[in-house]
Each structure stands twice: as structure tokens, then as C-alpha cells.
């Protein structure tokens, strides 16, 4: 499984840039976790740009899970009720 890491910062402002960032390092093939530990300053714009990085996965095919979850970021996804679509 390849791993990608979100930024510290992830709010409406840099989500484009984080989305095309995230697109453009992704690996060739198999499942994708992002880790997102470094996560700290972020707001809704950050699971937006998750569930588009999931839908670009999907249409490879391929798998997108979630790891080192900060717990604002784990009530956002609950309030969301994605949880089903950004596994931890």
C-alpha cells in the first residue's frame, strides 16, 4: 500500500493546490493511505479534497484509506457521515 501525507495546513484556501498536489504524486497502482498527522489548521475543505482524491482512486479502480486521524478531523467525518467513505 503507497502512503500520502496531507499538510499541516488544509483549509478552502489550499485545497485546489493540495488536491492537485496529492493527484500528482500519487503511485501507480494498488491502494492509497494518507496519512494525516501533520493535519493540524484545517477546516471542511479538507474532506472535500479527500472524497475528490477518493473519486479519481475509484475511477483506477483502486482503494482510498485514512491513517493517523486527528480527532477534529474523525468528529468532522462522523458530523459528515463519510465514515464509510474515508476508512481509518
Request: with cysteine; proline share 7%; glycine share 6%.
Amino acid at each position: 500500500m503507497s502512503e500520502l501525507q496531507l499538510p499541516e495546513r488544509l483549509t478552502h484556501l489550499e485545497a485546489s493546490a493540495c488536491l492537485t498536489e496529492l493527484v500528482a504524486r500519487l503511485p501507480a497502482g494498488g491502494p492509497v493511505c494518507v496519512d494525516a498527522a501533520a493535519l493540524r489548521d484545517f477546516d471542511s475543505a479538507a474532506l472535500a479534497t479527500l472524497l475528490a482524491l477518493r473519486r479519481r482512486l475509484l475511477q483506477q479502480g483502486r482503494a482510498l484509506s485514512l491513517s493517523q486521524v486527528p480527532p477534529r478531523l474523525a468528529e468532522l467525518v462522523a458530523l459528515y457521515g463519510v465514515g464509510e467513505l474515508l476508512p481509518a
